[in-house]
């Protein structure tokens, strides 16, 4: 779970944002099988960096917080990694115990990361995967270093849609979040690639005094959807999950008849995930 998607808009809210946070967060877990089938995995070269960079190889210890359904979880225990994966969702850890049966090294705990106690032993790394933004602030980084042995690094990869594939169909489609969500600030557009820099994780964790400089990685990649394929992936985002279901079906509604008259029906969405790797410092 990441940075709110672009194009699953940003919405004005003046609740205070940690039970705007923790709202959201419980959507991912009404359907999880969804979730499951429709959230893209991850480049293969992210997990070479992981091993280069944070020391994710063969018999390392990871912690995993917010592992959803499983999405990088699987690719990390075919490495040979010794996993604990936290999940609040109990729906979602379901389906990641599903996917890992056969890994003896993996346990799935269903828990939240910010009352789950730690074991004793520390992890050679703690990895969040598009969910550390879910984490309580407050609490994410002492908790993630508080975990980690000397040395050990934190890695978090963060998801965003930007600017590439098919362009005009990320335009137009403002027209139907406006319609059927006036909270939809006018004339979003996915950012470019070059704009998003990783600069407000690096300060958080230069804030923390627990970790060293971050350094980063970048991938972007272009997936094609039908139309839908496109809407059971916008199905899986907490934003429109959390609009009432008249509005969130005419949303629906109206991209499809988008795609479907005048795209051919299908879209292709570019996105950049970022890698940031930082090592604890101190005893």
């Known amino acids: 779970m990441t940075r709110p998607d672009i194009n699953a808009h940003a919405r004005r ?6 039970s705007r946070r923790a709202r959201l967060s419980r959507t991912f877990d009404e359907d999880a099988d969804l979730y499951d089938r429709a959230r893209p995995g991850y480049p293969p070269e992210l997990y070479d960096d992981l091993a280069d960079l944070a020391g994710a190889r063969p018999g390392s210890r990871v912690l995993e917080v917010g592992c959803g359904t499983g999405q990088a979880t699987v690719p990390l225990a075919e490495r040979g990694c ?12 379901e389906v990641a115990r599903r996917h890992l049966a056969g890994a003896a090294e993996v346990e799935v705990v269903t828990a939240d990361f910010e009352t789950w106690p730690l074991p004793q032993e520390p992890f050679d790394v703690v990895l969040a995967a598009t969910a550390f933004h879910w984490i309580d602030p407050a609490v994410r980084m002492t908790k993630a270093a508080d975990a980690l042995r000397p040395g050990g690094a934190l890695a978090v990869v963060r998801s965003q849609h930007v600017r590439g594939g098919t362009e005009e169909f990320f335009v137009e489609v403002q027209r139907c979040y406006e319609r059927f969500d006036p909270d939809t600030p006018p004339g979003l557009r996915p950012p470019a690639a070059t704009a998003v820099d ?8 230069a804030r923390s005094d627990r970790f060293g400089a971050t350094v980063f990685r970048r991938y972007e990649q272009d997936l094609t959807y039908t139309t839908p394929e496109y809407l059971d992936l916008l199905r899986t985002y907490s934003g429109h999950r959390a609009l009432p279901e008249a509005a969130r079906n005419g949303l629906l509604a109206c991209i499809a008849g988008l795609i479907d008259g005048r795209y051919g029906g299908r879209v292709t969405k570019r996105h950049l995930i970022e890698l940031g790797v930082s090592h604890r410092v101190g005893p």
């Open 13 to 18: 809210d003046d609740r205070p944002e940690e």
């Open 82 to 93: 010794r996993i604990t994966a936290v999940e609040a969702g109990p729906r979602m850890a």
């Open 198 to 205: 990783g600069s407000d994780h690096a300060e958080e964790v």
